[in-house]
């Protein structure tokens, strides 16, 4: 019975390792890839470290290096297990911190002096007997306590115990019940890592970690670490997120089944794909690696069809929910711009080959004056301002027959005007919203009857792409308008979730608004300029300095904000005679281009001899600076409304 169970529980003991590191390190990954400006993300993350290195140094070991070899790993240990409690504590001070009691120097200090207990620490177990000392025991290599180990064993104990003390103040300091159920669950796994990677065999006798009860405790003890990992994964995710709960379970939600335990099968395939074959006679080198792709495509095709499932069940349970879902899938469900462009160039290349021409072309008239937004064997620019207003005229000249198309000759092509199913003219008839134009191929127009259902399926589609086109621009209109406004997002929940400290305690009444979020709304404000709910709608309308120059502009607080920007517009142009080619006036000129002249991306990166790319990175660069501007100009408002009028006193005659 021994000499089964023996193998079995050491190569468990193998995987759980093995385990311990993908989930450690994918941990590691994600706060760092999601939160890595948080200082909870930042010292969570370098706690996970410590976890990583102690187990994949136990992996390191499983693969029978030399005695030396594996004496050195076990002193590589003391890497992650000297520096375990200097980041358990600066992990609950940073949460202690997040709560509203961020370190007056003390504990600051005591971080660093932990700091350097744990480098000590370190080159005594990398360089010394002093806290273990490696001995061969049974062909394996066994760790004997030193004579300072029982001094980290005290520091160990009583840092650990103190962090422990820390969260549960933090937890004492949450408003809100689901801020204190979240640290709750922290508090519950906080000690996993510390507890997971202390160097238990050094209290035993040497040998004594490798009997048969040790290999079974020490298979449920990891066992207990994963479980308690992937249980401290959530709490933590929430940390430093500027995004919603919901969304925040999601992806966290979809990382764990497509990463970390993406991983784990594939460690399972790979670890039990020999002893499940032994008896088959099969090659193990050939078979493992079809074994292992077959079980991750297996794998991620079931996530795929659960996932919707799952997100519904844990996710989205209530039907305002679902709802939230379904403007999350309207990416899915609705082209872009791109796409319908390729659609529109699919069906002109459909129509050329088919009628036998050279040229067609599309101009879409529900802009402010024509304009040509797909052409095939030609270039738009050969269609100038003039001939695409007489076009214009054309086709409106055309009478409309519900379920027939018109066609005419104008210049070297015929035309037939495209109408939208989605809007209406003044007179009740479908709005006339573009014209397709291709090649004459003869002075008359000799169409038979296939080339008229042809031309009538090809004027069919463009219009409704038109009409999606249409479609698509007011989307982005108004979420361009709408979604600036929403200003609160989960730092700013959190600020009100938590009792405030010392420094919070007086509110300052010269807070000045996000600047994330006024970055944002001043781009949209400028997106819509000349009208739109970017502008009318803004949270810039709430501004002090829009409010204490009302007056100026006869107490309209669209025309004030519009002033205001007009002037931080302002605030960018250089000294001297306008230049569209000198670096010094790329961001005016983009500001003037793209928003007060309303031009598009492709024209105005013309006009700057720029590539569109780098014209996109210039203007958000120019949005930055204009909204610093603004910040500026509302950070002199609330001065002067905040200084209080000096007393004049007028002397007085004494008698």
Same mark, same amino acid.
């Given at each position: 019975?021994?000499?089964?169970?023996?193998?079995?529980? /050491?190569?468990s003991?193998?995987?759980?390792?093995?385990?311990?590191?993908? =989930?450690?390190?994918?941990?590691?990954?994600?706060?760092?890839?999601?939160?890595?400006?948080?200082?909870?993300a930042?010292?969570?993350?370098?706690l996970?470290?410590?976890?990583?290195?102690?187990?994949?140094?136990?992996?390191?070991i499983?693969?029978?290096?030399?005695?030396?070899?594996?004496?050195?790993?076990?002193?590589?240990?003391?890497?992650?297990?000297?520096?375990?409690?200097?980041?358990?504590?600066?992990?609950?001070?940073?949460?202690?911190?997040?709560?509203?009691?961020?370190?007056?120097?003390?504990? +600051?200090?005591?971080?660093?002096?932990?700091?350097?207990?744990?480098?000590v *620490?370190?080159?005594?177990?990398?360089?010394?007997d002093?806290?273990?000392?490696?001995?061969?025991?049974?062909?394996?290599?066994?760790?004997?306590?030193?004579?300072?180990?029982?001094?980290?064993?005290?520091? *160990?104990?009583?840092?650990?115990?103190?962090?422990?003390?820390?969260?549960?103040?933090?937890?004492?300091?949450?408003?809100?019940?689901?801020?204190?159920r &979240?640290?709750?669950?922290?508090?519950?796994?906080?000690?996993?890592?510390?507890?997971?990677?202390?160097?238990?065999?050094?209290l035993?006798?040497p040998?004594?970690?490798?009997?048969?009860?040790?290999?079974?405790?020490?298979?449920?003890?990891?066992? *207990?670490?994963?479980?308690?990992?992937?249980?401290?994964?959530?709490?933590?995710?929430?940390?430093?997120?500027?995004?919603?709960?919901?969304?925040?379970?999601?992806? %966290?939600?979809?990382?764990?089944? &497509?990463?970390?335990?993406?991983?784990?099968?594939?460690?399972?395939?790979i670890?039990?794909t020999?002893?499940?074959?032994?008896d088959?006679?099969?090659?193990?080198?050939?078979?493992?690696?079809?074994a292992?792709?077959?079980?991750?495509?297996?794998?991620?095709?079931?996530?795929?069809?659960? %996932?919707?499932? !799952?997100?519904?069940?844990?996710?989205?349970? /209530?039907?305002? /929910?679902? #709802? =939230?879902?379904?403007?999350?899938?309207?990416t899915? #469900?609705?082209?872009?711009?791109?796409? !319908?462009?390729?659609?529109?160039?699919?069906?002109?290349?459909?129509?050329?080959?088919?009628?036998?021409?050279?040229?067609?072309?599309?101009? @879409?008239?529900?802009?402010?004056k024509?304009?040509?937004?797909?052409?095939?064997?030609?270039?738009?620019?050969?269609?100038?301002?003039?001939?695409?207003?007489?076009?214009?005229?054309?086709?409106?000249?055309?009478p409309?027959?519900?379920?027939?198309?018109?066609?005419?000759?104008?210049?070297?092509?015929?035309?037939?005007?495209?109408? @939208?199913?989605?809007?209406?003219?003044?007179?009740?008839?479908?709005? !006339?919203?573009?014209v397709?134009?291709?090649?004459a191929?003869?002075?008359?127009?000799?169409?038979?009857?296939?080339?008229?259902?042809?031309? #009538?399926t090809?004027?069919?589609?463009?219009?409704?792409?038109?009409?999606?086109? %249409?479609?698509?621009?007011?989307?982005?209109?108004?979420?361009?308008?709408?979604?600036?406004?929403?200003?609160?997002?989960?730092a700013?929940?959190?600020?009100v979730?938590f009792k405030?400290?010392?420094?919070? #305690?007086?509110?300052d009444?010269?807070?000045?608004?996000?600047?994330?979020?006024?970055i944002?709304?001043?781009?949209a404000?400028?997106?819509?300029?000349?009208?739109?709910?970017?502008?009318? @709608?803004?949270?810039? !309308?709430?501004?002090?300095?829009?409010?204490?120059?009302?007056?100026?502009y006869?107490n309209?607080?669209?025309?004030?904000?519009?002033?205001?920007?007009?002037?931080? =517009?302002?605030?960018?142009?250089?000294?001297?005679?306008?230049?569209?080619?000198?670096?010094?006036w790329?961001?005016?000129?983009?500001?003037?281009? &793209?928003?007060l002249?309303?031009?598009?991306?492709?024209?105005?990166?013309?006009?700057?001899?720029?590539?569109?790319?780098?014209?996109?990175r210039?203007?958000?660069?120019? =949005?930055?600076?204009?909204? /610093?501007?603004?910040?500026?100009?509302?950070?002199?408002?609330?001065?002067?409304?905040?200084?209080?009028?000096?007393?004049?006193?007028?002397?007085?005659? +004494?008698?």
């Amino acid at each position: 019975m021994t000499d089964f169970l023996r193998p079995l529980l /050491d190569l468990s003991n193998e995987t759980l390792n093995a385990a311990i590191v993908v =989930i450690a390190a994918s941990m590691l990954l994600y706060n760092l890839s999601h939160n890595r400006k948080d200082r909870v993300a930042r010292t969570s993350g370098a706690l996970l470290a410590c976890v990583t290195v102690v187990y994949a140094c136990e992996v390191l070991i499983a693969l029978d290096p030399t005695l030396d070899t594996w004496a050195n790993l076990l002193r590589l240990q003391w890497l992650g297990v000297a520096f375990v409690p200097a980041t358990t504590f600066h992990l609950s001070d940073a949460l202690l911190a997040t709560t509203g009691l961020p370190s007056r120097g003390r504990r +600051k200090r005591v971080v660093r002096i932990l700091y350097a207990i744990a480098v000590v *620490f370190l080159i005594l177990a990398l360089f010394t007997d002093a806290l273990i000392m490696p001995s061969p025991a049974e062909g394996r290599v066994s760790v004997e306590m030193g004579v300072l180990f029982p001094i980290y064993l005290i520091y *160990f104990l009583l840092i650990n115990g103190i962090a422990l003390l820390l969260v549960e103040r933090a937890r004492r300091r949450c408003l809100t019940s689901s801020t204190r159920r &979240r640290m709750a669950y922290l508090q519950v796994a906080f000690l996993t890592p510390s507890i997971g990677i202390f160097p238990y065999s050094v209290l035993l006798s040497p040998g004594q970690e490798f009997t048969l009860l040790a290999l079974l405790i020490l298979n449920l003890a990891n066992i *207990f670490v994963v479980l308690m990992l992937l249980f401290l994964s959530y709490p933590l995710s929430f940390f430093g997120s500027r995004t919603s709960d919901r969304v925040v379970k999601r992806e %966290l939600l979809r990382f764990m089944l &497509r990463g970390p335990a993406t991983g784990l099968l594939a460690l399972v395939v790979i670890v039990y794909t020999e002893p499940v074959i032994a008896d088959l006679q099969l090659s193990i080198e050939r078979l493992t690696p079809f074994a292992t792709v077959a079980v991750i495509l297996l794998w991620q095709w079931a996530v795929h069809e659960t %996932l919707p499932w !799952l997100e519904k069940r844990l996710i989205y349970p /209530d039907e305002n /929910d679902e #709802r =939230i879902a379904e403007l999350q899938n309207l990416t899915e #469900r609705v082209l872009t711009h791109s796409d !319908l462009m390729q659609l529109l160039g699919a069906v002109l290349e459909s129509a050329r080959d088919y009628l036998r021409v050279n040229t067609a072309f599309v101009v @879409s008239l529900t802009n402010g004056k024509p304009e040509v937004v797909q052409a095939s064997g030609l270039n738009a620019d050969d269609i100038d301002d003039a001939q695409l207003t007489a076009l214009r005229q054309e086709a409106a000249a055309l009478p409309q027959e519900n379920g027939s198309i018109q066609i005419a000759s104008w210049t070297s092509y015929w035309i037939s005007p495209l109408f @939208s199913k989605r809007k209406a003219s003044t007179s009740g008839n479908p709005a !006339l919203i573009g014209v397709l134009g291709i090649q004459a191929r003869a002075a008359q127009i000799d169409l038979d009857h296939d080339d008229l259902v042809l031309l #009538r399926t090809s004027v069919r589609r463009v219009a409704q792409t038109l009409d999606d086109m %249409l479609l698509h621009a007011e989307i982005n209109a108004a979420l361009e308008g709408l979604l600036p406004q929403f200003t609160l997002d989960r730092a700013r929940a959190a600020e009100v979730e938590f009792k405030p400290g010392y420094i919070t #305690r007086q509110v300052d009444a010269l807070a000045l608004p996000d600047r994330a979020h006024v970055i944002e709304q001043v781009h949209a404000a400028l997106r819509h300029y000349w009208g739109g709910p970017g502008l009318t @709608s803004s949270r810039l !309308l709430e501004l002090q300095a829009v409010r204490a120059s009302l007056a100026q502009y006869e107490n309209n607080p669209v025309r004030t904000l519009r002033e205001l920007l007009l002037a931080a =517009i302002e605030k960018q142009r250089p000294a001297g005679e306008r230049d569209f080619k000198s670096p010094e006036w790329t961001l005016y000129n983009i500001l003037q281009l &793209r928003f007060l002249e309303d031009r598009k991306v492709k024209d105005t990166a013309r006009r700057l001899y720029m590539s569109e790319a780098n014209l996109y990175r210039k203007q958000n660069i120019a =949005i930055e600076a204009v909204a /610093d501007a603004l910040l500026e100009v509302e950070k002199d408002t609330l001065l002067a409304a905040s200084t209080p009028p000096a007393i004049v006193s007028s002397p007085t005659n +004494k008698a």
